[in-house]
């Protein structure tokens, strides 16, 4: 059975961190692109970092580069995001994915396994 458990989410002030982390069991973590997306009410759901498990660059959105830092601990199965400098629009829901997928970032639609997610709320 496919899981992947965020956590690591709260409430910090603007210019603080967090550091959220996704536990994935039930699948062939080596071979997948794992990312991680965000989604604030009203708006739609935003990816913000993808990596490929079995070694590759990282992209991350223009929204969060140069703050957010996306790692991963192969032996632990675990996806980190570091999220540093935070600003009130960081404020969303964040939800680890998985695409079983060489090509990382594919389509959307790709990612066929989701956590539940784990919120951020910055305060100005």
């Known amino acids: 059975q496919v899981e992947l458990v965020e956590s690591g989410g709260g409430s910090v002030p603007a210019g603080g961190s967090l550091r959220l982390s996704c536990a994935a069991s039930g699948f062939t973590y080596s071979s997948y692109c794992m990312a991680w997306f965000r989604q604030a009410p009203g708006k739609e759901r935003e990816g913000i970092a993808t990596?490929?498990?079995?070694?590759?660059?990282?992209y991350y959105a223009d929204s969060v580069k140069g703050r957010f830092t996306m790692s991963q601990d192969n032996a632990k199965n675990t996806l980190y995001l570091q999220m540093n400098s935070l600003k009130p629009e960081d404020t969303a829901m964040y939800y680890c994915a998985a695409a079983g997928s060489w090509y990382c970032p594919p389509p959307l639609a790709d990612f066929t396994y989701w956590g539940q997610g784990t919120q951020v709320t910055v305060s100005s």
């Open positions: 990596i490929y498990t079995g070694g590759g660059s990282t």
